[in-house]
Every structure is written in C-alpha cells, then in structure tokens.
C-alpha cells in the first residue's frame, strides 16, 4: 500500500466519526457540567469526558454509515464506505475499537458515569441498527442521544442529575424532535428507499408539519420557566427570546409551506435557534 492510499484511507476513517460531532458533544457535556449544581470537572475527568463523548460519537456515527451504505452508494457514492476507501468488515472493527475506548474512559471516570454510557451507546447502536425505520419511536431516540450529553456532564459533575439540566434536557428533546418530525419531509425519497416510516411518509407532509410546528411551540411555552424557577439569570432571556422568534417563524414558515426545499431550510435553521438556545442556557447559568 502506498503512502498516498494509507494517507487516504486515514482521512476517510477520520471522516467516518464526524470529528465536528464528537466535538460538539463534548462541549454539550462541559454544559451539563455548568448546569449541574457543584459545576465539579477535575483535570483528571475532563479528558476522559473528551475521549469518551468522541469515541462513542465516532462509533455510532460509522455504524449509521455501515447500515445506510448501500442508500449512499445510490445518493453519496463519495462516502468513505460506498466509495471503497472503507470496508463494511473495516468500519465494524472501526467502530468497535472506538466503542470499546469510549466506554474504557467512562469506566474510568466512574461507574454511574459507565452505566450512562453504555445506555446511550446502546440506544445510539439500537436506533441504527431497527429503530430508525420506525419513524418517530426513531426521532425520539435520536432526541434522547441529543440529550445525552448534557445528561452525562451533570452525573460527571453530581453524580446525580438536577433539576436545571432536566430543564434544559426538556427544552432541546421538544425542539430537536420537531426538527427530525420536518426533517423527514425533506427526506421522503429516501426514506423510501430505506422504508422509513416517517410522520410524513406515513401521514402525509402537511400532518409531519404541523407536528414538528407544534413540538416547536411546545419548547417556547416552556421556555420561560428556568428564568421563573430561578435556575437561570436575567442573561437568559434576551438571547432565548431570540431563539423563541425564531422557532416561531419556523413553525409558521413549515406549516405554510410543508414542501421538501422549505422543510430542508427550517431544519437548517433550527439547527441556529437551537445553538441560540444553548448560548441564552450558558449566558444564564454563567452569570
């Protein structure tokens, strides 16, 4: 094998865990520490919080591409698995030994953090391998793994979780389920393909709209009780505001128009209210 193919191949397994992702978790669990009530990371935890939040990420994100390899031969033939750079046999032994540090770091750290852990990390292996086809038992646990991570950050810190992470916990599972409910407008071909149930294979686009609009609406109704249970300062509460416009013209905007380019740029969009929201959370709980 030549340097360039190794160089290659490094790259596409690189590619494989999502790196963006795994970061992005690890910071959701430096959150759940801030939300947590002794806000306790030491600089023996905090690496293997890193290792552990990216190694599981990596791991659940390379068996997703393992099972939709043969969706994204037909619609992402650049992918590492469909392209050939990546075995299906190599991206198992991939995900394994990645599964397999995450969860060593976990036990390190503690044994409730090792049980939720494994929790997630079988959820994640769960939704990949049956449950994604289910359409919304499958946005639901995608929601749970979204969560996850801020659920860790306050077990890693309390050993227990508290109330204002719960809070948070409530506000994103709501959002991040109503944004899977339109992303499935958006993907109806190739659900299809994959004989996806969706909301909005099986009950029509309008009706997948006005479920996502109304899960959105439920996370804005809620959105003021951290400021009125005083889980966080007034800084919350410009930002979320913000936030709140925003999903409300999302809500709006989907139910309007339930087509597959608006339903691809709500879900886009919702990605900005929803990273709004973690910002008016830390501004919140910082000051």
Sequence with gaps: MSKETRIKKAVAYVKLTRPQNGMM?????????????????????????????????????????YFDRHVDAINSPNRPIPSGVVSPRGAIVFATALGAVGLAAAAFTSYVCLAFALL???SAMLYNSTVKVSGLPGNLLVSF?????FVYGSLLSDGTV????????LLAFLANTG??????????????????????RRMGEKKAAMLGAALYASAVCLSPLPYILGYVSFWYLPAVLVCDAGFIYSSASIVRSP???????????????????????IAGGLA
Excluded at 26 to 48: K, M
Excluded at 145 to 149: D, E, H, L, S
Excluded at 162 to 169: C, E, I, N, W, Y
């Design 25 to 65: 978790m690890f910071i959701a669990v430096l959150v759940g520490v801030l939300f947590s009530e002794s806000r306790s990371l030491t600089a023996y935890q905090a690496p293997l919080a890193f290792v552990t939040a990216f190694s599981l990420n990596g791991s659940s994100m390379t068996v997703n591409d």
């Design 120 to 122: 997630a990390y079988a």
């Design 145 to 149: 793994n979204v969560i996850a991570p």
């Design 162 to 169: 508290g109330a204002r992470v719960l809070m948070f916990a």
């Design 179 to 200: 944004r899977e409910v339109i992303k499935g407008i958006s993907d109806v071909e190739g659900d299809a393909l994959r004989g996806v149930r969706s909301v909005a």
């Design 259 to 281: 087509s597959k380019e608006n339903a691809i740029r709500v879900k886009n969009h919702s990605l900005l209210w929803m990273l709004i929201a973690l910002l008016s959370f």
